[in-house]
C-alpha cells in the first residue's frame, strides 16, 4: 500500500502544523488554567522549569496520543496526511516521542529569527549570530528535506516515520477506478 501513497507536500504538512498549533495553544491555555488554580490552592510559588516541563509534557502527550492512534493529529486528518513508520503502521509511542521533540526543537530553530527581532530580545548580545546560525540551519534542513525523495523533516529522519498525503474518500490508493 505505501508505494502507493505520495509523501506529504511541504505547503500541506505547514497548512497541518497551524491548525494542530491553534490546537495546542488551546490546551496549553487550558493547563496553565488548571497550574493556576492548583498553586494558588496550595499557595506555592511557580517554578518556571516546571511550568515548562509540564506544558512540553501536555503537547507530549496531544501528539503521541494522535500519531500512535490511527498517524494522524485533527490538522493532519483536515489535510488528508498520516505518519507512518517503517512498516506502514503508526508510529510507536517511543519514535512518535523521539519525534515530538525533535519537531518541537526544529520550530524552534525556524522560530528563532523572526522572534530575535522583537524589540526586547533585539538587545541580547547573542541575538543577531544565533538567529543567523538558526536560519542557516533551516535552510539547510529544508533543503535536506525537499532533496530527499519521501520529504522526511528532521523529526522523521530521527524518528523513523514520514508523512503521506491520503487519497481523497471514494478513491482507492491506487488511484480513481
Do not use: I, N
Amino acid at each position: 500500500m505505501s508505494d502507493f501513497l505520495s509523501p506529504a507536500p511541504l505547503w500541506r504538512r505547514l497548512l497541518a502544523a497551524v491548525y494542530d498549533s491553534l490546537l495546542l495553544v488551546g490546551l496549553w491555555m487550558a493547563a496553565l488554567l488548571v497550574e493556576m488554580l492548583v498553586r494558588d490552592a496550595l499557595g506555592a510559588e511557580r517554578h518556571w522549569a516546571v511550568l515548562r516541563a509540564y506544558l512540553f509534557t501536555v503537547g507530549l502527550v496531544f501528539f503521541v496520543w494522535f500519531w500512535t492512534h490511527g498517524g494522524q493529529t485533527l490538522g493532519m486528518r483536515a489535510w488528508r496526511l498520516q505518519l507512518l513508520a517503517g512498516d506502514d503502521r503508526p508510529p510507536s509511542w517511543l519514535q512518535a516521542g523521539a519525534r515530538y521533540a525533535v519537531m518541537l526543537a526544529v520550530w524552534g530553530m525556524v522560530l528563532t529569527p523572526p522572534l530575535a527581532r522583537l524589540p526586547h530580545l533585539r538587545e541580547l548580545p547573542h541575538a543577531g549570530p544565533t538567529s543567523l546560525a538558526c536560519a542557516a540551519l533551516s535552510a539547510l534542513a529544508l533543503l535536506a528535506m525537499l532533496a530527499d525523495g519521501r520529504r522526511r523533516a528532521p523529526q522523521d529522519w530521527v524518528s523513523g516515520t514520514r508523512v503521506v498525503t491520503l487519497p481523497k474518500a471514494g478513491r482507492s490508493a491506487t488511484g480513481p477506478s
